[in-house]
Structures are given as structure tokens and as C-alpha cells.
């Protein structure tokens, strides 16, 4: 009787024990995990429900504590935080998608090649529309012109977006549609002229003359476009992007598209200036949903590098009768800064040379005075001159940079800025230091979507081909912890989103990626390669 009331003991504590695990909806075990918190400490497993972390520890640990219908066991595989893009346009990648793709292309004549063939894809096509150009890759440097265009497509309108999105070859059936001549002019861009008569090149705002008149997708085509885009972001383990830069009707079509379960990754939206969206969304003020992020203005001070339109303090070194252009007008645009500086939205600007940048620092300071909360940021702050530096630190202005510009302008950025201004170009390791924080974007469509590629650039400054040996102004490279930290935390940190996700704690959203090995330990040449296992959304594993 003693034994049977011993066994009868055990069996009931056992059942006891058992029933006091408390119940997750998904278990991860026998991973490493990088929690990416403030200590980066490490785990081996966690427990999600409703969406969220429950719980992180051992596997022992919680496999002890909690019970799950759904246990990954991941034999060993790495775990970080969802990655994020905090500078995107990821509406813009669902229309690149539907477009010519022209990036890579060794030359103008494989760019007229590449549009043959998309041609021939698309034989109803009203319009050929094409991005990716960039005449810095062509063995004659010099802006392509409308000829070769003309004489290939003579009968419909081409418009091809060059690769940073600052610039735009057109033909003459376009130009005749848009009505174009060479006495077209508009502030804040160019009309590239050529003994007097326009090349088919518009330089930044020049490109609005034919962009009124191109047809635009409608819902039922921006719907398809942005799921495509998700397709492609979910499988290199994005779980937050950004959209630099949209208007109301697009917002509200992606907040739709989540609400309705089709759109599972997040979206930071920066909102596009222009007197509507300021009237409207100034009055609404910021807002967020589970998977929607609206509190910035999208503001530009100047173009590109690549098309010299980047607004320089000294001119261009391989073109001494340019200086680059503002987009806006100081007056202007210390007009919107004051308007968003007694409101509570952020002000994210667009700055690339060291003009438009010392420009909107000071700006930036004539309004904030101090360090604060307000998280303002300067997108790109490509080339910084040294004695601005420091503001960011005065100022809390957060750098959003994006590193494989780095690595895509290092071929001839010398060339446009000369061998000492250079230095200030590109400078992530200076411009973490003034905070402690960065974040790391892609610019996506400009470069390519793999948040891995940008990893590989800032920590090691070569491109895909290894170049240059040694890396590129090594000075300003970052270790590994500071370029996950850049694409996890501190992104989420800059877009408002750190109490929400950006690192696996419990009560944060379960937006994680698994990979097949681990970034953080494999050489640097194979960091492009590293393949993405899983990425989830809310405890939803969505690839």
C-alpha cells in the first residue's frame, strides 16, 4: 500500500507540475539568439503569445515555464531582431518591379538593349519606363543624351529614372508631350542643355515637367505593386521598412492593406511635402498603429552626388563651374521646419552635400536650441564638413545613412569632391560617435534591398567584388554590434518604435529573423551571401 501511495504521489505532482506551465502560442528553442538589448546579451530560446515575446532564457528555462502547440526547434541557427530599413521607398520598389530594370548596365547601348527587351515583353505599353541608369559605370562618363533614344524608339514615350533617383533621360516623343523646350526652366532643378537645345537630361525638379504627364497606376495597380514589394523585403528578413515619402491617399492605401491582413510587414511613412498633406496631417498630428508608423515630413534640401546635384559649399572638383542647388529655398524651407517644430512630428531632410548640410544643421539648431527628444534626422548626411559634426551631438539629430552608398559612389567620389573634402563623405563612425547611435538604411530601389549588403559595406567598406583591398576610409568603418544595433534598435529608436520592437524582450512585438549562419561570426566575404532561414511578424512566420 506505501509503494502504491508513493507512486500515486508522484504521478499527481508530476500532473501538477505540468498543468502550472503557463501557454504560449510559439516556443523557439536551441537557437542562438542576440536579444540586441541594451547589454547585447544572448539567449537560447523564447516563448511568444498574442504577437509578443513572453518570455526569454534557456531553453531549460523555458521549456520549464511554458507549453506551446508550435515548438521550433532551430538546432543551433542564429536569431536576431526583425531587420529594419528606416530609408526606403518601398512603394517606389513595387513600380521598379513593374518597370525596366536598368541597374548594372555596363553602357548606354546595353541600356537601349535592356529597353528593346522589356519592349518586346511589354507590347502595350503606352509609355517605356525604366530605372538604374548611372553613367558613372560607362566607359564615357558624360549624361548620355536623347539620340541613340530617339532612334530606337521614335514612337513612343521613354523616361528612365537614373539610379539615385536625382535625375531622368528622356526622349523627344516625351519631351513633345510634356511640352519641353529649352527655354523650360524650374527651381531647384535643370534642364541639361547642349548648344543651346535640351539633351533629354532633367536634373531633380526639372524631372516634374514629365512626370504630370505620365500615367499613373491606380489602387488595383499600387496593390499589386506593393505586395510584390513585401514578397521581396520578407525574404531578406525585413519586418519594418520605411517609405521616404509618401502622400495621403497612398498612406491610407497601405494602412487599408494592413488592416485587411495583406500587408503583414511594418511601414514607417515619412509624409510628402506639399501644402495638402501639410494642411491635413499637421491638423490629425502623428499617429500609430500596430503596424504604421505616421510621424515625419519627408523634407529635400538637394539632389544627388552622381548628377552634381548635391548643394556643395565649394564647387564640384571635376566640374569648377558648379556648385550643385538647393531644392528649396532657405526661406522655404525654415517655413516647414517652424511649422513641424511647433508640432510633434519629426523633420527627416534629405541632405547630401556639405552645403545643404551645414544648412539644415543650423536650422535644425535655430529651432531645437538643445538636445532633445524630438529624434529630427538628416537623411543620408553624405558629406559633412568637419566643424558641422558636432551639431548632431547639440542638436540630437539623428544620422540615417545608408552604407552601400558608400560602396557604390567610392569609384569617382573623389573625382566630384577632391582628395581632403572626401574624407567627410561617408563618415559613419564619426557621425555615431557624436550620439552613440546611427541607423542603417538601403535606399532601396537606389541599391538593392538586402539589408546584408549595407552590414557588409559599413564593416568592411569593400563592394561585392572586394574592392578596394583594405576597405574604403577604414577609419570610418563600425564592428558588428554597432551595424546590427544600427539596423534593429537604433532604427527602431529613430523612427519612434523602440517601446514596440527593434530588440527580443518580453512585451515586444515578435519580429524576428532566423538565418542560416550567423552574421555577427562569419567572415566578412561571405556576409552578402548569408541566406535569411525564416523571417516573422508578430509570432506569424510570414517566409
Known sequence: MKKTHYLLLVSTLLLASCSTKKKADLIVRNATVYTVDSTFSTAQAFAVQDGKFLAVGSTDDILNQYEADSVADLGGKPVYPGFYDPHA???????????????????????????????????????????????????????????????????????????????????????????????????????????????????????????????????????????????????????????????????????????????????????????????????????????????????????????????????????????????????????ILTLL??????????????????????????????????????????????DDFWKFNRYSVIPSVQPTHATSDMYWAADRLGPVRVKGAYAFNDLMKQNGYITFGSDFPVEAVNPLYGFHAAVARVDDKGYPAGGFQMENAVDRTAALRAMTSWAAYANFEDHLRGSIQPGKQADFVVMEQDILKIPNEQLRTAKVAQTWVGGERVF
Not at 536634373?203 to 513585401?230: T, Y
Not at 534629405?350 to 535644425?364: M, Q
Open 341 to 386: 517644430a511647433d508640432s510633434k512630428f519629426q523633420a527627416n531632410t534629405h541632405c547630401i552635400g556639405d552645403s545643404a548640410n551645414h544648412l539644415i544643421l543650423g536650422l535644425y539648431g535655430k529651432l531645437l536650441k538643445t538636445q532633445n527628444d524630438r529624434r529630427w534626422r538628416i537623411e543620408h548626411a553624405q558629406v559633412v564638413t568637419p
Open 89 to 335: 521607398h518601398f512603394m517606389g520598389l513595387g513600380q521598379v518591379l513593374d518597370q525596366a530594370d536598368l541597374v548594372g548596365a555596363a553602357s548606354y547601348d546595353q541600356v537601349i538593349q535592356r529597353l528593346k527587351d522589356y519592349a518586346q515583353k511589354h507590347p502595350d505599353a503606352m509609355w517605356i519606363i525604366g530605372r538604374g541608369w548611372d553613367q558613372n559605370d560607362w566607359p564615357e562618363k558624360r549624361f548620355p543624351t536623347k539620340a541613340k533614344l530617339d532612334a530606337a524608339f521614335p514612337n513612343i514615350p521613354v523616361a528612365l529614372t537614373r539610379v539615385d533617383g536625382h535625375a531622368m533621360l528622356v526622349n523627344t516623343k516625351a519631351m513633345r508631350l510634356a511640352q519641353l523646350t529649352s527655354g523650360s526652366q524650374v527651381a531647384g532643378g535643370e534642364v541639361v542643355l547642349e548648344n543651346g537645345q535640351p539633351t533629354g537630361v532633367l536634373v531633380d525638379n526639372a524631372m516634374q515637367l514629365v512626370r504630370r504627364v505620365i500615367p499613373q497606376p491606380d489602387a488595383a495597380d499600387k496593390e499589386r505593386m506593393l505586395l510584390a514589394a513585401q514578397k521581396v523585403c520578407l525574404s531578406h528578413g525585413l519586418t519594418t521598412v520605411s517609405d521616404a515619402g509618401l502622400n495621403r491617399s497612398d498612406i491610407e492605401l497601405v494602412e487599408r492593406l494592413q488592416q485587411e491582413g495583406k500587408l503583414k510587414i511594418r511601414d514607417y511613412v515619412m509624409i510628402s511635402l506639399g501644402e495638402p498633406n501639410l494642411d491635413y496631417y499637421l491638423k490629425r498630428g502623428p499617429f500609430q498603429t500596430d503596424r504604421l508608423t505616421v510621424r515625419s515630413f519627408k523634407l529635400y534640401a538637394d539632389g544627388a552626388l552622381g548628377s552634381r546635384g548635391a548643394c556643395l559649399r565649394a564647387p564640384y572638383s571635376d566640374r569648377p563651374g558648379t556648385q550643385g542647388f538647393l531644392l528649396l529655398s532657405p526661406t522655404e524651407l525654415e517655413r
